[in-house]
C-alpha cells in the first residue's frame, strides 16, 4: 500500500468521504490502557499458520490480515499527534457486565461484521468496520447503515448484511460529539475523527487477529464443541455463554486478555468466537436469515434468540473426516463409481464403504445448509457441472439414494435420526466405543479424561428409553387400578424423601372432601382441568389444574438421544420422557381466580390464588358442545352442568380478548394465530359468527394460564424462564394520513398509532404489519430482568410458558413453581406437627432441586433446537408443495391459486421488497417492476400488493420470489 497525504475539510459529508489510507502517531494513551502496556499484546508472530483451514474462510491468512492491519497503522502517522484516547473504547471488565446490552440494535460507534455483496480476492480484509450513524426508521424507505472502514473508506450496506454487532464499541457520548448535525441532517466528519476512528479499528482488529489465532492454537473452538455436544444432540449455541467457557477453560487466553485493564478484551473475544465459530460449517451452523411467518410474533415460544446451532457430534465427526481428505484421492476412489455404477453397485458400495457413506453424507448436508466451502469441495469431487442444492438432489436420485418422495431435510443428519433412511450416519450412540472421535476412540468411559468422565457422556440410553415405555404401559394400566394407585407417584425421576413427604402430608396439604360436596371437574385436555363455581349472582369463581411436573431438573433433562421423526411434520416433537397428564388422587397445581361480570378488573388485574390440590373425580367434556351450542334439546342435570361450565369458560375468554383489543392489542382468532382476513366476500363479519372452536379455547385458556401463572410468580419473586419483547424502535420518519391510505384514523408513525388503529379494527391486517414493525424478537431471561418485563403484541404483561409440554422451559418452570407451594404447604405441615409436639417429619424443603441458570442454559439450547427444526420443516413443506403445482401446469386450480396471490408489505430494502403470503403463511421476497405504476419508492409497510407471477422457488436454500 503506498502513501499518499490527504487533507480532508472539516466540512465534508461522509457520503463524499472515501480514502485508503491516513497518517497519524499512535497516541500515548487509549482509554487509560498505555500503549507501552499494548505493545507487548500487538508485536506478536504473525507466522501462527494452523494447518486446519476449517474455521477461516477459504484461502483466507490470518497472517496476511495481521500484514495489512499492520500496514495500516504504520501509514497513520500525522494526524492524530498528541491526541488524548482517554474514555473512547467502552470497557467491560466481565462478560455478565456486557448482557444488557448485547442485543441491541447497532448505534453510531457500534462495531459489525457483515456479508458484502462483492468481495474482491477473497479478501476479507474491510468486512469490518465502525457504524457512523443512528437507523432512522421509515415505513417507506429502506433503512441503511454507514460503516467506517479499517481502510479508511466509507461504505452503505443494508441491515440484512450485518452479520454480527458489538452495540457499545465506541463511547455514545464521543460519538455525538464526532458527528456534528447540519440543518440539512447531514452527519459530517472532520480528518481528526476519521483517523481517530480508524486508528481505533485497526489497533482492535490486529488484536483480534491475535485472539483467532491463539484460540486456534490452542484448538480452543474443537475442544469446547466437543465438550458441549456430549450432552446435546440438537442445540442452539449462545455466543455469550460460549464466550465465557472459552475463557474459563484456557490460562493463555485469560492472560491475553487481561479484560480487568484492556478495553479491547470482551470486544475481541466475542469477535473471534463469532468469526471462528461462522466459518465453521462442520460444526456449527449459522442462521444468516429467519424467515418465519409474522404470526409466529404471538407466540413467544416460536421465535429464536440465537442464529448459532451445534451440528451433533456424529455428524460432525462424519463431515470433518471426509472433508479434510485431500481432493485426489477422493477422485481417485470414488469418480469412476460415480460416473459408471448403476443403483444396485452403488447400494452395495455403500452398504460396505464407510468412506463412502461419509461423502454421501456430506452431499446429503450441502443439500441443505449450502456452505460456500463445502460447495467448492464438492465442485472439485463430484462429477456436476454447477454446484448447488438442486443439482445435487437430483445427483443422488440418479445414483439411487435419494427418490422423488425422499425428505432431503431429515436425511441431512442435522436436526434428528430418519427412521427411514439406512444411509443416515447419526444413528444413536449406544456405546463410548461408537464414539471415534479424537484419540478417545476405543477407551472405556472409565478411561476418558475426567473433564469427559464427569459429564457421563450419553449414558445408558437405550434403557432410558425402554424405562420411558415401561412407564407408559404402567399409566395405562394404572387407570383400570384406581385402588392400587392411591398411593403411588409413577415417576422414578422423584426422590424417595421426597415421594414419602407428599404421600404423608396428603390428607394435611390436601384435605379430604366428602364425596356429598365434591366439585366436578371438566377435562379439556390431558393436562388442563377446570371448574366453575357460582358465588353470586355476577360473580364467579374459576379453578383451573394442571399436573406438577413428572421429573426434577437433574442432569436427564436435556434430551440426548436423536429426535426420532419421520416424514409427518405433526410427529414433532417427541419428548416422552416429560410426557404426563393429570391422574386421579395425584396431586397437581391449580389456579384459581374470581371473575365479575361487572367488574373490568377482574380481567385486567384478578385476584390470583395458587396452590396444590387434589382430585377425586374428573369427566370428559361432553365434544358435542363445539359443534353444537343450542341447548334446547337438552337432557339431564349432568350434561347440562358441563354445557353451562363452557358457556361461561368460553365468556370468560371472550372477555378477555376484548380487553387486550380494547387496550390496542393484537387478536388471536384463527388457526395461524392471527386474524381472520376479510378481504373474501365469503368471510364472517359478525363476531358471534366467528369460529370458536376447541383449538381456539385451549389455546386461549393456555395463554390466561400462562399470564396468570407468570403474574403470581413475579409477585412471589420466583426464579422463572421469562420473555419480553421490548419496542426495538419508538417513531418512523415518516407519517401515513388517512386522506391518502384511508385505512388509518390518525397520524401513524409509532407502535402506538399502529396499535390504537388495530384495536379500532383488530381483524385489519395491515395495521397489524405494521405494529410489528415497531417490534424486537423475543427475548429470554431468567429470574429478574431490569427492562421492561412485557410481552407487547398480546398484551401479557408477565410472559412464562407453563402449559406448552414441548418445551423444556415449560417444565422447569412448571418445577419452580412446584418447589414454591411444596416448601410454603411443608410450612403449614411443619407448624401443624409442631402444636401437636409431633417431630415426625424431618425433611428439609430447601434441598429440594431448584432450576439454576446451568438448567436455563439447557433448556434454552434444546429448545431453540426444535423450534428451528419445526420452523424450518413448516416451510420446506410449503415450498416444496408451491413447486410441486408450478411443476405441473395441468392443474386449472394451481393457476387460480398463483395467479392473484395476497401479500402485505413487512420490510423494504435496497434491492427487495420483503411481504407476508397471506395464503400460505409464509415471508417471501417481491420483485417489483420498477417501471409499472407502483415505483419501488412508493411502497409503504403494510401495503398490500397482488403478485401474480413465481419467480423462483427452491425449498432446499429456503427462497421464493413472486412478482
Known amino acids: ?33 498505555k500503549l507501552n502496556q499494548f505493545k507487548n499484546i500487538l508485536n506478536f508472530s504473525t507466522n501462527i499458520v494452523l494447518k486446519n483451514k476449517l474455521f477461516t474462510p477459504i484461502n483466507f491468512s490470518f497472517s496476511k ?9 504504520s501509514l497513520l502517522i ?18 455478565s457486565a456486557f448482557q444488557n446490552s448485547f442485543n441491541l440494535i447497532p448505534k453510531s460507534g ?29 415505513l417507506s424507505k429502506y433503512s441503511i447503515y454507514k460503516i467506517l472502514l479499517p481502510n479508511g473508506k466509507i461504505i452503505e450496506i443494508d441491515s440484512n448484511q450485518i452479520l454480527f454487532t458489538i452495540p457499545e464499541f465506541i463511547d455514545r457520548n464521543l460519538m455525538k460529539n464526532l458527528l456534528i448535525n447540519n440543518d440539512n441532517n447531514n452527519q459530517t466528519l472532520s480528518i481528526e475523527t476519521i483517523s481517530h476512528l480508524t486508528y481505533t479499528i485497526n489497533v482492535f482488529l490486529l488484536y483480534f487477529t491475535k485472539i483467532s489465532n491463539l484460540m486456534l492454537l490452542k484448538d480452543l473452538i474443537r475442544t469446547l464443541y466437543l465438550k458441549d455436544s456430549f450432552l446435546n444432540y440438537q442445540s442452539s449455541l449462545n455466543l455469550l455463554d460460549f464466550s465465557q467457557k472459552l475463557y474459563n477453560i484456557s490460562t493463555s487466553l485469560k492472560n491475553n486478555l487481561n479484560i480487568k485493564s484492556n478495553p479491547f478484551g470482551i470486544h475481541a473475544l466475542l469477535l473471534s468466537s463469532h468469526f471462528l465459530i461462522y466459518n465453521d460449517p462442520i460444526h456449527f451452523r449459522f442462521l444468516k436469515s429467519n424467515k418465519l411467518p409474522i404470526f409466529n410474533i404471538l407466540n413467544p415460544l416460536n421465535q429464536l434468540t440465537t ?23 477422493i477422485i481417485k476412489s470414488y469418480s469412476s463409481i460415480l460416473k459408471k455404477s448403476n443403483e444396485f453397485q452403488i447400494y452395495n458400495i455403500l452398504k460396505n464403504d464407510e468412506n463412502f457413506k461419509r461423502l454421501i453424507l456430506l452431499i446429503k448436508y450441502s443439500i441443505i445448509y449450502s456452505n460456500n466451502k463445502i460447495l467448492f469441495k464438492l465442485s472439485k469431487i463430484l462429477p456436476i457441472d454447477k454446484i448447488n442444492s438442486q443439482n445435487l438432489y437430483n445427483f443422488l436420485i440418479n445414483i439411487g439414494i435419494y427418490d422423488n418422495n425422499s425428505n432431503p431435510l431429515l436425511s441431512s443428519g442435522i436436526y434428528g435420526l430418519n427412521m427411514n433412511d439406512p444411509t443416515d450416519l447419526s444413528l444413536i450412540i449406544k456405546d463410548i466405543n461408537e464414539l471415534q472421535y479424537s484419540l478417545n476412540k476405543g477407551l472405556p468411559i472409565e478411561k476418558l479424561p475426567k473433564r469427559l468422565q464427569r459429564y457421563q457422556p450419553l449414558k445408558n440410553l437405550g434403557n432410558n428409553i425402554e424405562n420411558i415405555e415401561n412407564n407408559e404401559n404402567n399409566e395405562k394400566n394404572e387407570k383400570n387400578e384406581n385402588s392400587k394407585s392411591n398411593n403411588k407417584i409413577l415417576n422414578k425421576n422423584y426422590s424417595d424423601l421426597l415421594i414419602k413427604i407428599i404421600q ?34 355476577t360473580n364467579y369463581k374459576f379453578n383451573i389444574f394442571i ?22 411434520l405433526t410427529t414433532f ?33 384478578p385476584i390470583i390464588k395458587v396452590g396444590l390440590d387434589i382430585f377425586k373425580k374428573i369427566e370428559i367434556v361432553d365434544e358435542e358442545w363445539f359443534y353444537n351450542r343450542n341447548a334446547v334439546n337438552l337432557k339431564g342435570l349432568k350434561k347440562m352442568n358441563c354445557w353451562l361450565s363452557l358457556n361461561k369458560l368460553l365468556n370468560l375468554l371472550v372477555e378477555k380478548e376484548k380487553t387486550r383489543i380494547k387496550f390496542g392489542y393484537l387478536k388471536m382468532n384463527n388457526e395461524n394465530g392471527g386474524f381472520m382476513n376479510k378481504d373474501n366476500e365469503n368471510d364472517k363479519n359478525d363476531e358471534n359468527d366467528l369460529i370458536r372452536d376447541k383449538k381456539w379455547i385451549i389455546k386461549n385458556l393456555k395463554l390466561l394460564i400462562d399470564e396468570s401463572l407468570s403474574r403470581f410468580c413475579l409477585d412471589k419473586n420466583i426464579n422463572i424462564i421469562n420473555r419480553n419483547m421490548l419496542e426495538g424502535i419508538s417513531n418512523s420518519l415518516d407519517y401515513r394520513v388517512f386522506k391518502k391510505f384511508k385505512i388509518f384514523k390518525w397520524y401513524a408513525n409509532s407502535y402506538d398509532s399502529f396499535s390504537f388503529q388495530l384495536s379500532s379494527n383488530p381483524d385489519d391486517i395491515t395495521a397489524f404489519v405494521g405494529c410489528l414493525s415497531f417490534l424486537s424478537d423475543s427475548k429470554y431471561y431468567f429470574g429478574k430482568n431490569n427492562g421492561n418485563n412485557e410481552y407487547l403484541p398480546l398484551g401479557v404483561k408477565y410472559y412464562s410458558s407453563f402449559t406448552s409440554l414441548n418445551y423444556i422451559e415449560t417444565h422447569l418452570n412448571q418445577w419452580q413453581l412446584f418447589r414454591y407451594l411444596l416448601i410454603e404447604s411443608f410450612e403449614i405441615i411443619k407448624n401443624d406437627n409442631n402444636n401437636n409436639n409431633d417431630n415426625k417429619i424431618q425433611w428439609d424443603p430447601n434441598k429440594l432441586e431448584k432450576v439454576t441458570n446451568e438448567h436455563f442454559n439447557k433448556c434454552l439450547s434444546q429448545s431453540e433446537g426444535y423450534i428451528e427444526l419445526k420452523n424450518r420443516m413448516k416451510r420446506f413443506k410449503i415450498l416444496e408443495k408451491i413447486k410441486k403445482d408450478i411443476s405441473d401446469g395441468t392443474n386449472n386450480n394451481n393457476f387460480t391459486k398463483y395467479s392473484l396471490m395476497r401479500c402485505v408489505v413487512t420490510k423494504i430494502c435496497k434491492n427487495k421488497i420483503i411481504g407476508y403470503l397471506c395464503d400460505f403463511d409464509i415471508e417471501v421476497e417481491i420483485e417489483i417492476d420498477l417501471q409499472e405504476n407502483i415505483p419501488n419508492n412508493n411502497l409503504t409497510i403494510g401495503d398490500r400488493l397482488i403478485c401474480s407471477q413465481i419467480i423462483k422457488v427452491d425449498p432446499f436454500e429456503d427462497i421464493l420470489i413472486i412478482k
Not at 582 to 596: A, D, G, V, W, Y
Request: with cysteine; glycine share 0%; net charge positive.
Open 78 to 95: 500525522d494526524n492524530i499527534k498528541n491526541k488524548n484516547f482517554k474514555n473512547t473504547i467502552i470497557h467491560y471488565n466481565s462478560i
Open 1 to 33: 500500500m503506498s502513501a499518499m497525504s490527504l487533507f480532508i475539510n472539516s466540512k465534508q459529508t461522509i457520503s463524499n468521504l472515501s480514502f485508503h489510507t491516513i497518517y497519524i502517531i499512535r497516541p500515548k494513551t487509549l482509554n487509560n490502557f
Open 573 to 605: 416433537p417427541k419428548l416422552k420422557k416429560f410426557n404426563h397428564s393429570l391422574r386421579i388422587n395425584q396431586p397437581c397445581i391449580k389456579l384459581s381466580f374470581n371473575h365479575n361480570l361487572i367488574d373490568s378488573e377482574s380481567l385486567t388485574s
Open 504 to 537: 404423608d402430608s396428603k390428607s394435611k396439604i390436601w384435605p379430604r372432601i366428602k364425596s356429598k360436596n365434591k366439585r366436578t371437574l371438566y377435562k379439556l385436555t390431558e393436562t388442563i382441568a377446570f371448574s366453575v363455581d357460582q358465588e353470586s349472582l
Open 307 to 329: 442464529k448459532y446451532f451445534k451440528n451433533p457430534i456424529l455428524l460432525s465427526e462424519n463431515l470433518e473426516n471426509i472433508f479434510n481428505q485431500p481432493n485426489n484421492l
Open 65 to 73: 490480515l495481521s500484514s495489512y492491519y499492520n500496514q495500516n497503522l
Open 110 to 138: 457500534s462495531f459489525v461484521h457483515f456479508e458484502s455483496n462483492i468481495i474482491e480476492n477473497n479478501n476479507h480484509e474491510n468486512n469490518f468496520g465502525i457504524v457512523l450513524n443512528d437507523l432512522k426508521f421509515s
Open 547 to 568: 399436573p406438577f411436573p413428572n421429573q426434577s431438573p437433574n442432569e436427564n433433562i436435556t434430551i440426548q438421544e436423536p429426535i426420532q421423526i419421520e416424514n409427518n
